[in-house]
């Protein structure tokens, strides 16, 4: 159970890391609405995350046995981020900008990071991914009780990044403002660079 809730953790942990447009969206509420409500936001992402763990762990095999699945879930996920780059690079060209602070009602956090983790396609190929190496190494069997415990790891890693983020952010406010006025076109520049890719590896 522990060594499963660990690997979950460490896998989670090195995903939510690196720049996305989850945690770049964390920063944005945490400047824009409070540490509050970001961590909410976190709290919608993280109730994601568990269920795509889970999902991850149960494609593996049957993806790792079908290659065109993989294929349609990338097709798929490619439209989605090429959609969310038009999306966010409109929100930084067309939509006045603004700094003052704005309560946002925790529920409406928390609904605002289901919403945002259900249209985040990184994340089950990124768990698939993992697995698979995992699996490989003989450091993971699947069973509905390993993959249980995988996915709880990944929800607290995925929850303790995304909130050192948000906390980060509410600490050295005065010099993410840079970062704050561009996060839109930071944004759309990542799920497009990420769409393009995908979608010249499917031509």
């Known amino acids: 159970m522990i060594?499963?809730?660990?690997?979950?953790?460490?896998a989670a942990a090195l995903g939510s890391i690196t720049p996305s447009f989850l945690n770049l969206t964390v920063v944005k509420f945490s400047l824009k609405s409070g540490r509050r409500a970001a961590l909410f936001l976190i709290g919608g992402f993280a109730t994601v995350l568990f269920f795509q763990a889970n999902i991850g762990a149960y494609l593996t095999s049957m993806l790792m046995k079908n290659s065109e699945y993989i294929t349609n879930l990338q097709t798929v996920g490619t439209i989605i981020l090429i959609l969310l780059?038009?999306?966010?690079?409109?929100l930084h060209f067309f939509q006045k900008q603004t700094r003052r602070k704005k309560d946002?009602?925790?529920s409406r956090a928390y609904l605002?990071?289901?919403?945002m983790s259900l249209l985040n396609t990184f994340a089950i190929p990124f768990y698939f991914t993992i697995i698979s190496f995992l699996i490989g190494l003989d450091y993971f069997e699947y069973s509905l009780k390993n993959s249980f415990y995988f996915s709880i790891g990944s929800t607290i890693g995925s929850f303790s990044i995304y909130s050192i983020y948000a906390i980060i952010a509410h600490?050295?406010?005065?010099?993410?403002?840079?970062?704050?006025d561009r996060i839109n076109l930071i944004l759309g520049f990542i799920t497009g660079v990420v769409g393009i890719g995908n979608l010249i590896y499917l031509l």
Request: glycine letters at 10%; aromatic letters at 16%; a neutral charge.
């Open 3 to 10: 060594i499963y809730a660990i690997l979950g953790f460490i």
């Open 85 to 90: 780059s038009l999306h966010f690079f409109r």
């Open 104 to 106: 946002l009602d925790s």
């Open 112 to 115: 605002h990071g289901l919403g």
């Open 171 to 180: 600490k050295m406010e005065s010099k993410l403002d840079f970062i704050a």
